[in-house]
């Protein structure tokens, strides 16, 4: 089991940039495949980014591929997204999901373990 807490949520402008962090408890963390996705009010949970156990493969959604970048550290147990040139269409409640072997890595029933979120806000 792994328990999910993400930092680093805040206000900026359109064009800005934000990194969010998820860290994990556990001592099998590098087993995980690790996802970020977000959820705007009103809108359906949807997939950002997933990122596998070594660090080596990543995937991103088309609307944040080239702004956003995926990385894990298994030794500190965090994974982080970094996200540049921030549109107001970002402003959502991001979530870190976790799963050992998720079917479908951007669907988000696949992920098992989901922290609580952090709130990005993009003013225009």
């Known amino acids: 089991q792994v328990q999910l807490v993400e930092s680093g949520g805040g206000l900026v402008q359109a064009g800005g940039s934000l990194r969010l962090s998820c860290a994990a408890s556990?001592?099998?963390?590098?087993?995980?495949?690790m996802g970020w996705f977000r959820q705007a009010p009103g809108k359906e949970r949807e997939f950002v980014a997933q990122i596998n156990w070594s660090g080596g493969s990543t995937s991103y959604a088309d609307s944040v591929k080239g702004r956003f970048t995926i990385s894990r550290d298994n030794a500190k147990n965090t994974v982080d997204l970094q996200m540049n040139s921030l549109k107001p269409e970002d402003t959502a409640v991001y979530y870190c999901?976790?799963?050992?072997?998720?079917?479908?890595?951007?669907?988000?029933?696949?992920?098992?373990?989901w922290g609580q979120g952090t709130q990005v806000t993009v003013s225009s």
């Open positions: 556990g001592r099998t963390f590098s087993s995980y495949v």
């Open positions: 999901a976790a799963d050992r072997t998720p079917s479908l890595p951007a669907r988000a029933s696949a992920y098992d373990y």
